[in-house]
């Protein structure tokens, strides 16, 4: 890969980096190479974790790479869209948490990318935001449909319609972020939270994520009939009856991820 770094850790957690510094930016390469990763590691069992990061201190991503938007027509920027579109989609949908380790800017496209993640972590330094708007665009990379889902429409319109960045304090405030730490301590927190999600029986994990991302996209007794769907492949589950018995046998739990 060119553009990306994937390292792997003995805690069968996957960290992945855009490997464009200062700034990161996203090009249809970086994307292409998303996608692939991630299928990848949709099928590598051996990762049961992941987190998504920037390299250097300066930004995760600070949005597309506009060098090369700069000289692509209507049909020429549609493909590019349908490119990030498989990357962001393949990272929402894998069945295995991701962790977006938020260090500096998240902007454009990679605030899209950040809330494609399970979770994202900051620090003083983060800050996101949607700022298609005051180039004549719209995000179209997800923002205008994740990010209301996630804070809530009446906060999302004020940061979609103004294009105003936020810093973390306040994107932890309204539930963009899920925690706040020293700029040298993100990383090292995500791994933290990456180890312990790695612990949990692989197919539950599955199960929940399916249910919660696919239910917000139906209504409630379709979402119900999904829960109950995936609530009984969990229970049909080795991990289920070893959970079970550990628990009245007052003991950790070894999962099998079957």
Not at 115 to 128: E, H, Q
Request: one cysteine or more.
């Amino acid at each position: 890969m060119d553009t990306i770094q994937y390292l792997t850790n003995d805690q069968h957690i996957g960290i992945v980096y855009l490997n464009r510094p200062p700034y990161n930016p996203l090009s249809s390469q970086v994307y292409k190479e998303l996608f692939t990763l991630f299928e990848e590691l949709e099928k590598d069992s051996e990762v049961r974790a992941i987190i998504l990061t920037g390299k250097g201190d300066r930004a995760f991503a600070a949005g597309a790479d506009i060098n090369e938007m700069v000289n692509l027509d209507g049909a020429d920027m549609m493909e590019m869209s349908r490119i990030s579109r498989l990357a962001y989609d393949k990272i929402e949908s894998i069945s295995k948490p991701v962790i977006a380790a938020v260090n500096g800017l998240a902007l454009g496209g990679g605030c899209e990318l950040a809330l494609a993640c399970d979770f994202r972590i900051g620090s003083p330094t983060t800050k996101f935001g949607l700022p298609e708007i005051n180039l004549g665009i719209i995000p179209g990379g997800g923002g205008t449909q994740r990010l209301p889902r996630l804070i809530g429409q009446v906060k999302a319109k004020e940061l979609l319609y103004f294009g105003e960045m936020i810093d973390a304090e306040i994107a932890l405030e309204v539930g963009l972020v899920n925690k706040v730490v020293e700029s040298d301590r993100v990383l090292e927190e995500a791994i933290e939270w990456a180890e312990k999600l790695a612990q949990k029986p692989r197919i539950a994990m599955k199960m929940l994520k399916t249910s919660i991302n696919r239910g917000t996209e139906v209504d409630l007794q379709a979402a119900l009939d999904l829960e109950t769907a995936c609530f009984g492949n969990a229970f049909a589950s080795k991990d289920r009856v070893e959970g079970m018995k550990s628990f009245v046998e007052k003991r950790k739990p070894q999962f099998v991820g079957r």
